[in-house]
C-alpha cells in the first residue's frame, strides 16, 4: 500500500512540472551558472529603441543555451580578480520579438525613441543600414549583448517612461549613464560610432572595446563588426534553429 501511496503522488506531481516554466532541452539562465553578472534587459522594459516592453519578454532574464552560459561564465571569473564583471542587455531573444522589430520599423509614423536611439538615421533606413533585420541571431540562444561594468559600482538608476532621452553617441556623461565602463556609445545605438574600429571614440572607450574584444574571443565567442555589445559563440548549439519561446521568470 504504501508503494501504490508513493506512486500516486508521483503521477499527481508530474502534471505541475510539466506546466513549470521550464525550459527547452539545452538552455539554462545565466543566473544559476554565474549569480555575478549583472541583468539589464532592455526590451523587458520601456528603454530600448521601441519605447515599450516587447513581445515575448515576459521577465528581465537571461536565457542561453548552456554552452553560451558556460563561457560566460568563465569569462566573468577572468574578471572577478580585476574587479570587474559583466552586464547582459539581452540574450535568447524569441523570434516573435524580431517581428515586432521588423513591424515597429516598417511603421515610419512611431519615432518616439529617435532622440536616443538613432538621431542621425532616417528610420526608413534602419534596414538597409542592418540596424533591423527579418531574422536575428540571438533568437538561436547562443548570441548576448553586454559591457564591462566595476564590481563596486552601484547599478544604474533605473529608466522610466518620460525621462530625457539623450543621444546615445555623446560623450560619456551626456548620454543615459548605465554604470558601466565607458565604450563609446550607449547599448543600440544605431550610428557609425557604435561600429568596431569606429573613429571618433575616445581613448578610453576604444581600450574598453578591446577589453571586452578580447576576453570574449578567449572564452569562444565571435565580435559583430558593427555593434561593440553583439557576441556570438563560435560553434553554437542551435545554428539553424530560431526558437520562440517567451523569456519567462525561473518557476
Known amino acids: 500500500m504504501l508503494r ?29 551558472l554565474a549569480p555575478t553578472i549583472r541583468h539589464e534587459i532592455r526590451y523587458a522594459g520601456s528603454h530600448n529603441f521601441v519605447g515599450r ?4 519578454y515576459d521577465a528581465p532574464d537571461c536565457i542561453l543555451t548552456r554552452p553560451a552560459a558556460e563561457a560566460l561564465a568563465a569569462a566573468a571569473r577572468e574578471l572577478a580578480p580585476q574587479g570587474l564583471g559583466l552586464k547582459v542587455y539581452d540574450c535568447y531573444r524569441p523570434a516573435r520579438a524580431v517581428a515586432a522589430f521588423v ?11 529617435k532622440p536616443e536611439f538613432y538621431p542621425r538615421v532616417p528610420k526608413s533606413k534602419l534596414f538597409a543600414r542592418g540596424y533591423i533585420a527579418e531574422k536575428s541571431g540571438h533568437s538561436r540562444g547562443s548570441t548576448v549583448d553586454l559591457a564591462l561594468v566595476r564590481l563596486e559600482q552601484a547599478p544604474a538608476k533605473p529608466w522610466r517612461p518620460g525621462d530625457p532621452l539623450a543621444d546615445c553617441a555623446l560623450p560619456a ?19 557609425v560610432k557604435a561600429h568596431h574600429g569606429a573613429a571618433g571614440i575616445a581613448a578610453e572607450a576604444t581600450a574598453n572595446r578591446a577589453t571586452l574584444k578580447a576576453l570574449m574571443q578567449r572564452h569562444g565567442f565571435t565580435p559583430y563588426a558593427e555593434e561593440w555589445w553583439h557576441y556570438t559563440l563560435a560553434g553554437e548549439p542551435f545554428p539553424d534553429t530560431s526558437f520562440d519561446f517567451p523569456v519567462t521568470a525561473a518557476p
Open 173 to 191: 556623461g551626456q548620454r543615459y549613464a548605465d554604470a558601466t565602463l565607458d565604450f563609446g556609445t550607449g547599448y543600440d545605438c544605431f550610428d
Open 53 to 56: 516592453p516587447i513581445a515575448g
Open 103 to 113: 513591424a515597429w520599423a516598417k511603421d515610419l509614423s512611431d519615432e518616439t525613441m
Open 4 to 32: 501504490l501511496f508513493l506512486l500516486m503522488l508521483a503521477l499527481a506531481a508530474a502534471p505541475a512540472t510539466a506546466r513549470s516554466s521550464d525550459l527547452p532541452e539545452g538552455f539554462v539562465r545565466l543566473r544559476s
